[in-house]
């Protein structure tokens, strides 16, 4: 499965049109791709599946609330959550419910699954780690705040944000807490964990790199102006990426000291005042495939140069991007605010049927070819018999006359 982060996928050269798939409400959820289908939820309660190459719908399910967080797909089975304040889990293939579980507020934050656990969060403060094949809850942990940040496993170690200002280390298997480390506002950033560093963005404004087993600070950067940092980093090339959100620009960051190596305006033509909230940003995670970053920022896809932050090609949808790209048969996808799916790169060709040939007949079969001698023969004989008949006839009516 591709949802978000670091791929081997190769992404599209081109900003092309594969195919768009219209939805019955806004989009907020990341697609994930896996199998060749295209899952993702809508504000139309409705998780989508869509096939990877024609852009055809497979299934869809309905919830009882809006679905905003990003599906998770493990050994057949999709996750997600809704606002109804319930975790469901999917046949991957037909869409069938296998089993759901209800916590205590919406849960607008995505699965994360290991070794047959399903990580959550829920606006009831509380991460869950639920049974993957039953739904049952094998642990809880309390916050002080809604857990919107999706959680990463690395090592045994949970890792997760609060809207209690903090960042948590919890023993995976027992939910006990390691570790917290307290930034200074929201922490709705998902983490990305690489080389025993924890990276993630606070409402603070900053993006913050932590020890992972000690959960002390390694470095942190600030980003444009006071406004929170709700993009969630990507670790690859030895760098961070990552976006100031409302500042509207995408970051890569040496991942060891956190020295800015380039930074890509997406809002050139827009004004960049301190304190003033625009209708454009950075929200979620880059994908990273190869030497290409793609990132949504307002309602634009950006391919990006991993190591310069040149842009290679931008794609624009009709209205604003709040999920992150995901990566997979060579395209790129996304949705959007306009109640879309897209596909960008170049479109599957349809297979063209292969010609048969005709059989070359064989001896047994070939039709055989006229013989003029024997055509010439037939017709003699024929003459011949008739104009012996014509004479018979002709002595016998004589002799009857005679008589």
């Keep these: 499965m591709f949802h978000v982060g670091v791929t081997t996928a190769t992404g599209p050269s081109t900003n092309q049109t594969a195919w768009n798939f219209t939805v019955g409400g806004k989009m907020w959820s990341s697609p994930a791709v896996a199998g060749g289908i295209v899952y993702a939820g809508a504000y139309d309660k409705q998780v989508y599946a869509v096939n990877a190459t024609s852009g055809m719908l497979v299934w869809n399910f309905t919830t009882s609330g ?28 037909t869409g069938q419910l296998v089993w759901n579980r209800t916590t205590g507020n919406q849960v607008q934050c995505s699965p994360t699954i290991s070794n047959g656990i399903v990580y959550v969060g829920s606006n009831d403060d509380h991460l869950y780690a639920l049974n993957a094949t039953n739904g049952d809850i094998v642990w809880s942990f309390p916050t002080g705040g809604d857990v919107i940040s999706t959680p990463a496993v690395a090592g045994g170690v949970l890792y997760f944000g609060s809207y209690d200002h903090k960042v948590y280390a919890l023993n995976a298997a027992s939910g006990s807490e390691i570790w917290n480390f307290t930034t200074g506002s929201v922490v709705e950033s998902s983490p990305a964990v690489a080389n025993g560093v924890v990276y993630i ?3 603070d404004n900053k993006t913050y790199a932590i020890n992972a087993a000690t959960g002390m600070g390694v470095w942190n950067v600030t980003t444009g102006y006071d406004m929170c940092v709700q993009a969630s980093p990507t670790v690859a090339n030895g760098l961070v990426y ?17 020295a800015e190596v380039w930074k890509y305006n997406t809002t050139p033509s827009l004004p960049q005042t301190p304190g003033i909230e625009i209708s454009t940003g950075v929200y979620c995670a880059p994908a990273v495939a190869g030497n290409v970053v793609y990132v949504n920022a307002f309602n634009t896809t950006y391919a990006l140069d991993a190591a310069t932050g040149n842009p290679i090609w931008i794609f624009e949808t009709g209205a604003t991007l709040y999920s992150s790209p995901a990566v997979a048969n060579g395209k790129v996808y996304i949705t959007s605010y306009d109640q879309n799916i897209y596909a960008i790169g170049a479109a599957t060709p ?18 055989p070819s006229p013989n003029p001698v024997a055509d010439n023969t037939i017709t003699y004989v024929v003459a011949v018999v008739v104009v012996v008949i014509i004479v018979v006839a002709a002595v016998v009516l004589a002799m009857k006359r005679r008589k």
Excluded at 66 to 93: C, E, K, Q
Excluded at 242 to 258: E, H, L, P, Q, R
Aim: glycine residues 10%; negative net charge.
């Design 201 to 203: 963005g606070s409402y």
């Design 66 to 93: 809006m679905v905003n967080p990003s599906p998770a797909v493990a050994d057949g089975i999709v996750y997600i959550g809704s606002n109804d304040h319930n975790v469901y889990a999917l046949n991957a293939a």
């Design 242 to 258: 990552t976006g100031g959100s409302f500042d509207g620009y995408v970051y890569a960051y040496n991942a060891t000291n956190g």
């Design 350 to 367: 349809t297979p063209t049927p292969t010609p048969t040939a005709s059989p070359t007949p064989t001896a047994a079969t070939q039709a």
